[in-house]
Nanobody, 127 residues
Framework: HVQLVESGGGSVQAGWRLRLSCVAS????????EAWFRQAPGKEREGVGY???????HYADSVKGRFTISRDNAKNTLYLLMDSLKPEDSGMYYC?????????????????????WGQGTQVTVSS
């Protein structure tokens, strides 16, 4: 079975840095896709960034240049490094995966591109 477990959320001040982790289990293969999403109260879940099994990444315009996705394959862990945080970055952050293939270009930052989700970790940015 597929399992994704996020951690690393917390409360920080604007301008600071935070790294989220997502430990993945239950799948392996030559092609897969993983992504980070976030959702603020009263808003739709939005894609933050994408990484596929070839190491290709793609980011939402709102976080480009500030957020970086990386992966430690030995630990099977996906990371989201968030720099220069802003209050509007606040929300519940989720990792997601499509286990068997790369996600189509148009769906890389779309909820419908993914079949599995973690439970989320809360990020709150003040000031």
């Amino acid at each position: 079975h597929v399992q994704l477990v996020e951690s690393g959320g917390g409360s920080v001040q604007a301008g600071w840095r935070l790294r989220l982790s997502c430990v993945a289990s239950g799948y392996t293969g030559s092609r897969y896709s993983e992504a980070w999403f976030r959702q603020a109260p009263g808003k739709e879940r939005e894609g933050v960034g994408y990484r596929d099994s070839d190491g290709m990444t793609h980011y939402a315009d709102s976080v480009k240049g500030r957020f970086t996705i990386s992966r430690d394959n030995a630990k099977n862990t996906l990371y989201l490094l968030m720099d220069s945080l802003k209050p509007e970055d606040s929300g519940m952050y989720y990792c997601a995966t499509k286990t068997s293939d790369w996600v189509a270009w148009s769906l890389r930052l779309r909820v419908e591109g993914y079949g599995y989700w973690g439970q989320g970790t809360q990020v709150t940015v003040s000031s």
